[in-house]
């Protein structure tokens, strides 16, 4: 296997076992050079400036929506939102598309596996407009049957909420069915891509999502840059989120006139280093390849669960099938808890995640109070999971248990 890790620098200068990758994925020179670039040669208000400098600073903001069209296979760039993150991008469409839209008996459908980031918006949603909030519960290996997919879709969808894979198990959901399946009806979907925008390619056209988001760090660019697609349609009918600089047409004492798309929804100075690294990681993933990003990324899940299931009291949540988990494998040990492996883990500068993962109805769903985690990418290598499995076997015995 190629050593990508020479292109991160903070792997490549220690000992650290980086397997936290689903919570935030490290940065490349690349997206650090970019950021950086930006900063030493264009940093002035991106949209605002109109001498030579701030004329720079907006072409590169520019540029970068651009390539998150091309990466998300929009129809234009309008449709292309910059936000801090997920979180903020599923806000936005929960108060200004659901807030306008749902009313009393509407039903407001969510995937159990979804994140808190696309669960508690939807509560609020559903309390404030009086909508339904249901349910779509997965089997016990994370997938979601026909039947099941068939019941909770009814005439009364008006909003569904979908994770497109979930950060517990790793399952692909199959949010293009659910999205023909809602659509029958006239609902409306957001898809939730924060896990998968960094494993498999985005076309939100062939998706046919009414919405999707996703945050630039889990995809290698620097933290508080995300982005929300949404159709030009929808976004032209709804009200901003946000209210301030930079969003509006024209001002009075009273009232104001809102910007075009996307500006009316991007109040305040943009994050154009973050927009100039959003880029690059684009760039940097784009030339690696998705066929080599899942092959690899296979291989070594594969590699890890094998290992994994020869360790006694091991139990890892979710598909038999190592394609199935797009490098995450959350797992429990029989009397030790995921804090306590995470910790033991930790001496041998091994980092892995350990609680509930942002998703506690998925868990109670299936059965667990808590898991820890291990989340594979690309840039790990065969002895990242051969030091890893070997830690993990010791962790019963160094809590006294024996094997």
């Not at 880029?279 to 594969?302: C, H, N, V």
């Not at 995921?338 to 868990?363: E, F, K, M, T």
Request: glycine share 6%; aromatic share 8%.
């Amino acid at each position: 296997m190629k050593d990508y890790k020479r292109d991160f620098p903070l792997l490549a200068q220690s000992e650290l076992v980086y397997l936290d990758s689903a919570a935030t994925a490290q940065r490349p020179l690349s997206v650090l050079a970019a950021e950086t670039e930006f900063y030493q040669k264009y940093n002035a208000n991106p949209l605002r400036g109109l001498y030579e400098l701030g004329l720079a600073a907006t072409e590169r903001y520019e540029e970068a929506r651009d390539c998150v069209r091309d990466f998300l296979h929009a129809a234009s760039s309008k449709e292309i939102i910059f936000t801090r993150n997920t979180t903020e991008s599923i806000n936005l469409v929960a108060y200004s598309y659901a807030l306008n839209h749902l009313k009393e008996g509407d039903e407001l459908l969510v995937t159990i596996d979804a994140h808190h980031s696309n669960l508690l918006p939807w509560q609020m949603a559903a309390r404030q407009t009086k909508a339904k909030l249901r349910y779509l519960d997965c089997e016990p290996d994370g997938s979601y049957t026909q039947e099941a997919m068939l019941a909770a879709v009814t005439p009364k969808t008006k909003f569904a909420a979908l994770t497109h894979i979930s950060n517990v198990t790793g399952q692909k959901n199959p949010v293009e069915q659910l999205i023909r399946l809602v659509h029958a009806q006239n609902g409306v979907v957001l898809v939730d891509a924060a896990q998968s925008a960094a494993h498999i390619p985005l076309n939100v056209q062939e998706m046919d999502a009414d919405f999707l988001a996703f945050s630039g760090h889990k995809i290698m660019a620097p933290m508080g840059i995300g982005v929300l697609y949404g159709k030009r349609a929808l976004l032209e009918q709804m009200p901003p989120f946000l209210r301030g600089g930079e969003m509006i047409d024209s001002v009075s004492r009273y009232d104001a006139v809102f910007a075009e798309l996307p500006y009316k929804f991007e109040a305040g100075t943009g994050n154009g280093g973050g927009a100039a690294g959003l880029k690059a990681a684009i760039s940097y993933l784009t030339d690696i390849g998705w066929e080599e990003i899942r092959s690899r990324e296979e291989a070594l899940t594969q590699m890890a669960m094998e290992q994994m299931q020869r360790i006694p009291h091991l139990h890892i949540q979710g598909s038999s099938d190592f394609k199935k988990h797009h490098g995450i494998l959350s797992f429990t040990l029989d009397e030790v808890h995921p804090h306590d492996i995470a910790s033991i883990l930790d001496a041998d500068h091994i980092a892995v995640r350990a609680g509930h993962h942002c998703a506690q109805p998925l868990l109670k769903h299936l059965g667990v109070f808590a898991t820890a985690r291990a989340s594979i990418a690309f840039y790990n290598t065969e002895e990242d999971i051969l030091r890893f499995t070997e830690s993990l076997r010791q962790v019963r015995r160094k809590m006294g248990y024996g094997e």
